[in-house]
């Protein structure tokens, strides 16, 4: 029987093989792939933003829809291998307001919550965050592989 050899050599490493079908357990008990809250910690209140990450080279970089969100309102948050993404919305009704009779009120006010398990353990001094027109950018960079000291070979005659 022929054995296809996998084109990325850490496919192959058992360790990485468990870490991955860790992950799908994980993600079916918790509901979904990357971020996604089980329902337990969702409800009333809890407001998921889209969010698309790419991995690079270099390292993530995450990218969140945060409509109507002020840049003060937003928290971006690293602790024990996993990044946090926090931001309240609130969604303020004039006194005068409440005398309209709403046919549709679909905006609603809570929090943006979305938490993500980091692949590698990143320094949290290196992320840079920036937020334009109700979209956050996160980068996250790799962390730099220690270089291995120089040794000496000892050379038999």
Same mark, same amino acid.
């Given at each position: 029987?022929?054995?296809?050899?996998?084109?990325?050599?850490?496919?192959?490493?058992?360790?990485?093989?468990?870490?991955?079908?860790?992950?799908?357990?994980?993600?079916?008990?918790?509901?979904?792939?990357?971020?996604?809250?089980?329902?337990?910690?969702?409800?009333?209140?809890?407001?998921?933003?889209?969010?698309?990450?790419?991995?690079?080279?270099?390292?993530?970089?995450?990218?969140?829809?945060?409509?109507?969100?002020? !840049?003060?309102? &937003?928290?971006?948050?690293?602790?024990? /291998? *996993? #990044?946090?993404?926090?931001?309240? =919305?609130?969604? $303020?009704? @004039?006194?005068?307001?409440?005398?309209?009779?709403?046919?549709?009120?679909?905006?609603?006010?809570?929090?943006?919550?979305?938490?993500?398990?980091?692949?590698?353990?990143?320094? !949290?001094?290196? &992320?840079?965050?920036?937020?334009?027109? /109700? *979209? #956050?950018?996160?980068?996250?960079? =790799?962390?730099? $592989?220690? @270089?291995?000291?120089?040794?000496?070979?000892?050379?038999?005659?």
């Amino acid at each position: 029987m022929s054995q296809t050899l996998p084109s990325n050599p850490r496919e192959s490493d058992p360790f990485t093989s468990l870490r991955r079908g860790m992950d799908r357990l994980f993600d079916q008990v918790m509901g979904g792939g990357w971020g996604n809250l089980p329902a337990a910690f969702t409800g009333p209140g809890i407001i998921s933003p889209r969010v698309d990450i790419a991995e690079s080279r270099n390292g993530l970089e995450l990218t969140a829809e945060l409509p109507g969100i002020e !840049p003060k309102d &937003v928290s971006v948050e690293i602790e024990d /291998g *996993v #990044l946090t993404l926090r931001a309240e =919305r609130k969604v $303020e009704r @004039k006194e005068e307001d409440k005398e309209k009779r709403w046919h549709l009120v679909e905006r609603q006010s809570g929090t943006y919550l979305r938490r993500f398990a980091l692949p590698f353990d990143a320094d !949290p001094d290196k &992320v840079e965050a920036r937020f334009d027109k /109700g *979209v #956050l950018h996160v980068a996250i960079p =790799r962390p730099a $592989e220690p @270089k291995p000291a120089a040794k000496r070979i000892e050379i038999k005659g």
